[in-house]
Nanobody, 117 residues
Framework: QVQLVESGGGLVQPGGSLRLSCAASGFTFSTFDMYWYRHAPGKERLLIATITPETRSGSHYAEFLKGRFTISRDNANNMVYLQMNSLKPEDTAVYYC?????????WGQGTQVTVTS
C-alpha cells in the first residue's frame, strides 16, 4: 500500500535551516507529482511546494515563501525533500508530504517544525 513517511522536523532558531525528508513506497514514485503542505495551529493547511515527475521536471512554490524553501526529489530512492532556509517563527507548523494517485490523496503522518528563540 502507499506509504509516505516524513522526517527531519525539530526545533530551530529563527534564521536557521532544516531539511525535511519524505520516504515514499507502494507506488511508482517517479511518475507522480509530489507535494509538501504545512498546517499551523489555528490556520488552514497550505500547499507550499510541488515537484513534478522527472520527465516533466519543474517545481512550484507558495508565493509567500519568497525563495526560502527548495523542493527536490530522488527518484532512485523514492525520496522527496524540502530544504528550508531563513526560517521564521511563522514557519512553525506540522509539515506533510502528499501525493495524488487517481482520485485518492495520500498523506504522511507529518513532522513538526518549531521555530523559536
Amino acid at each position: 500500500q502507499v506509504q509516505l513517511v516524513e522526517s527531519g522536523g525539530g526545533l530551530v532558531q529563527p534564521g536557521g535551516s532544516l531539511r525535511l525528508s519524505c520516504a515514499a513506497s507502494g507506488f511508482t514514485f517517479s511518475t507522480f507529482d509530489m507535494y509538501w503542505y504545512r498546517h499551523a495551529p489555528g490556520k488552514e493547511r497550505l500547499l507550499i511546494a510541488t515537484i513534478t515527475p522527472e520527465t516533466r521536471s519543474g517545481s512550484h512554490y507558495a508565493e509567500f515563501l519568497k525563495g526560502r524553501f527548495t523542493i527536490s526529489r530522488d527518484n532512485a530512492n523514492n525520496m522527496v525533500y524540502l530544504q528550508m532556509n531563513s526560517l521564521k517563527p511563522e514557519d512553525t507548523a506540522v509539515y506533510y508530504c502528499n501525493t495524488l494517485i487517481g482520485w485518492t490523496e495520500y498523506w504522511g503522518q507529518g513532522t513538526q517544525v518549531t521555530v523559536t528563540s
